[in-house]
């Protein structure tokens, strides 16, 4: 029965190695790669997008291949990215990739091309372009990137472009060719073992007996005289006893086959189990795997684009301060925006020139985003200046458009905190608690700035310079001048949340956490009956109105920086700024 057994077994053996060595050959040609079947994006697709998560393959590389009348452009960058470039966009997306069938995908539709060229942006980790390209990936690495195809035109798509994915299986030729010798020997001990089972059989041990006891005449055949009976018996004597002699020898020899029998057995078995436990471990070899789609991530920064953006927004906003304005609010956003507008209509009142701020080291870092927009915190300390560094706010809406700086202002470099990083670059985003801290810290600084007295509060909320002092000089000034006001109103608001939320900006630091916040307040100021109003020089370069009027409105702008600490809470300003200045009836 064991050898009964051990023939299925050995024959089971064989088919399941032959099977999958057969069905690996058919696929899999002597060059060991594996491809799908040439297919073509479908037309008016701006691009073509593969996740190489969903290649269900592990332990290899694989290659897409596009190819087209004119030139392309191919690059790899996070699916975040992708994601937000791509929406409202048509283009083409892989769903399931199975070899040697063509790639299965989905056509979404949109516009037939985003406002920015693919070949533009800023976060491609990788790019080429041409009309025959190709991108070669591991299927181990866990990059959370995929694969773009796009025209290099930006106003072309890819009708007519033939994409392809190949696979190099790794030795997957010379491992069928084993695995088909291993089937040769499972089949040969299968065959072993069933003809010794079979000639193992009870009813052919009887036959073998029964043939043993053959010889001339028994005693039940027909005989002679007495003499010759004796004569009989005396020759069946003998033979038995040679019979006797002989079945010992036999049962000898066949001792001596049944252990060499089973020793070719043991080797035979050790063969196929080895050739089993082969097939069952991992080899270096392709090895296929179910996809596992997981969510994209990336952090708000890679190595070196703080400073690579910094950079070029001091170039191109010192050209904006210098004439240039139309490049202004490509590179900055409110509220730091509508302060800069005003600096520059200030600056040509009096006839003077801005220039940006050059930096010789910048520190910067945000958290990780599953999607946009995005943002960072940065510092920059001024090339000449080690009392003051300019803290900033990077914030980008999606990834077609550009990062732009939201909030700065100089803080001395003593409040400068210290951002923490962790492995992925990232920096851990400020929780709940901060963030309904920066809220009452806002709440506490409006009242300060519409009454000059500082409030009770039990946050431990400190000011840490003399930008809020100076408002309050501001308005003391503007409601002494009796001939020209007989009433002074001061009312703040914080910053619409609802346009940039400030104070859910936040990131943890060594000591504590960081964000930023602003107030805008408006003096109103009743003219006297009969007075005269000479607003300044400053006043009237924002003036958006006529002196005409019983009552001026001065709109300003009072930026800070909020650092929260286990010790104490502290607000941190720089100064106040003039938005607007406009008389109402």
Not at 524 to 542: F, N
Request: hydrophobic fraction near 40%.
């Amino acid at each position: 029965m064991v050898r009964l057994i051990l023939a299925a077994f050995s024959a089971i053996v064989g088919l399941v190695c032959a099977a999958l060595s057969l069905s690996a050959l058919s696929v899999v040609g002597a060059d060991d790669i594996v491809d799908t079947a040439p297919s073509q994006v479908h037309d008016g697709a701006y691009a073509f997008v593969l996740n190489p998560q969903l290649v269900p393959f592990e332990n290899t590389e694989a290659t897409l291949q596009a190819s087209g009348d004119t030139d392309l452009f191919m690059g790899t960058a996070s699916g975040v990215d992708v994601d937000s470039y791509l929406t409202g966009i048509a283009h083409e997306e892989v769903t399931e990739i199975e070899f040697p069938q063509a790639l299965k995908t989905r056509f979404v539709d949109g516009e037939p091309a985003p406002l920015n060229d693919a070949a533009g942006r800023d976060w491609w980790t990788a790019s080429q372009t041409g009309s025959q390209l190709s991108h070669t990936f591991d299927l181990d690495a866990e990059s959370g990137e995929v694969i773009v195809v796009a025209p290099a035109d930006p106003e072309g798509n890819l009708d007519g472009v033939d994409v392809q994915l190949k696979m190099d299986t790794g030795g997957v030729f010379p491992a069928s060719l084993i695995g088909l010798a291993i089937a040769i020997l499972a089949f040969g001990a299968a065959a072993y073992f069933l003809l010794r089972w079979l000639d193992a059989r009870p009813g052919r041990r009887r036959r073998l007996r029964r043939e043993y006891g053959r010889g001339g005449s028994g005693r039940g055949g027909s005989g002679g005289s007495g003499m010759s009976d004796l004569g009989n018996r005396a020759k069946d004597l003998a033979g038995r006893t040679a019979a006797s002699a002989k079945r010992a020898t036999a049962r000898k020899n066949r001792s001596q086959r049944t252990a060499q029998r089973a020793r070719k057995a043991t080797g035979i078995g050790s063969v196929v189990t080895l050739g089993v436990l082969a097939g069952c471990s991992p080899l270096p070899v392709a090895q296929p795997s179910s996809p596992n789609l997981t969510e994209f991530e990336r952090p708000a920064l890679r190595a070196g684009e703080a400073g690579e953006f910094l950079t070029s927004y001091t170039e191109r906003l010192d050209a904006s301060l210098k004439g240039d304005e139309d490049q202004l609010d490509k590179i900055q956003a409110p509220p730091l925006l509508d302060r800069t507008r005003a600096e520059i209509l200030i600056a040509k009142a009096g006839k003077t020139e801005l220039s940006a701020v050059n930096f010789d080291q910048i520190v910067a870092g945000g958290p990780s985003f599953a999607e946009y927009p995005m943002w960072f915190i940065a510092f920059g300390k001024p090339a000449e200046s080690d009392e003051t560094v300019q803290a900033m706010l990077v914030t980008r809406e999606s990834a077609g458009e550009d990062w732009q700086v939201t909030q700065s202002l100089f803080v001395p470099q003593e409040n400068v905190p210290t951002l923490v990083a962790g492995g992925t670059g990232a920096v851990e985003q400020s929780g709940k608690e901060f963030t309904e801290l920066g809220t009452t810290a806002n709440e506490t600084l409006q009242q300060y700035l519409e009454t000059g007295e500082i409030p009770e509060n039990d946050q431990s909320i400190e000011y840490a310079s003399d930008a809020f002092t100076g408002f309050r000089d501001y308005v003391d000034e503007m409601a002494g001048n009796d001939e020209a006001f007989e009433d002074t109103k001061v009312t703040c608001d914080p910053y619409d949340q609802a346009t940039v939320p400030l104070a859910s900006h936040g990131l943890k630091t060594e000591t504590g956490d960081v964000s930023f916040g602003e107030v805008r307040c408006a003096i109103e100021l009743k003219v006297r009956s009969g007075g005269s109003i000479d607003v300044g020089e400053e006043l009237e370069a924002v003036m958006t109105s006529d002196l005409e009027g019983g009552r001026l409105v001065i709109s300003t702008s009072i930026p800070y920086m909020l650092l929260g600490s286990e010790q104490t809470n502290l607000i941190v300003g720089s100064d106040w700024f003039l938005l607007e200045a406009q008389t109402t009836d």
